[in-house]
Nanobody, 118 residues
Framework: VQLQASGGGLVQAGGSLRLSCAAS????????MAWFRQAPGKEREHVAT????????SYTDSVKGRFTISRDKAKETASLQMNSLNSEDTAVYYC????????????WGQGTLVTVSS
C-alpha cells in the first residue's frame, strides 16, 4: 500500500484548506484511514479517523466543528476539509491507513505542510 498526501500550503488564519490522500495497492483490506499532524517541537497527534466501510468519523477535540474527514471509496482517497484555521493548526499533516486485522496504522503518507499565518 502506498499513500500520497497533498493539499498543504500557506493560509491566513480563518481560512480553509483541503488535504487529500490517495491510496494505491491492497486497499481492499482498508479498515480505517486517518489524519495525524506534528507541529514543530511537538509529538505527533491524531486529528481524525474515518471508517472505510461505514464512513463513521471521529475527531480530536481541538478540531471538532472545524475539520471534516471524508472518503471516496471509488477513487480510493481520503480527504480532510479544514475550516477556520488558526496558528495552532500549523503542522505537517500525515495520512495513515489501518488494514483489517491490524491493531495500528501500518501505512503512512509522506506528509504535507500546513502553515497558518496570523
Amino acid at each position: 500500500v502506498q499513500l500520497q498526501a497533498s493539499g498543504g500550503g500557506l493560509v491566513q488564519a480563518g481560512g480553509s484548506l483541503r488535504l487529500s490522500c490517495a491510496a494505491s495497492g491492497r486497499t481492499f483490506r482498508t479498515l480505517e484511514m486517518a489524519w495525524f499532524r506534528q507541529a514543530p517541537g511537538k509529538e505527533r497527534e491524531h486529528v481524525a479517523t474515518i471508517s472505510w466501510r461505514t464512513g463513521g468519523a471521529s475527531y480530536t477535540d481541538s478540531v471538532k466543528g472545524r475539520f471534516t474527514i471524508s472518503r471516496d471509496k471509488a477513487k480510493e482517497t481520503a480527504s480532510l476539509q479544514m475550516n477556520s484555521l488558526n496558528s495552532e493548526d500549523t503542522a505537517v499533516y500525515y495520512c495513515a491507513m489501518r488494514l483489517l486485522g491490524r491493531s495500528g496504522f501500518d501505512f503512512w503518507g509522506q506528509g504535507t505542510l500546513v502553515t497558518v499565518s496570523s
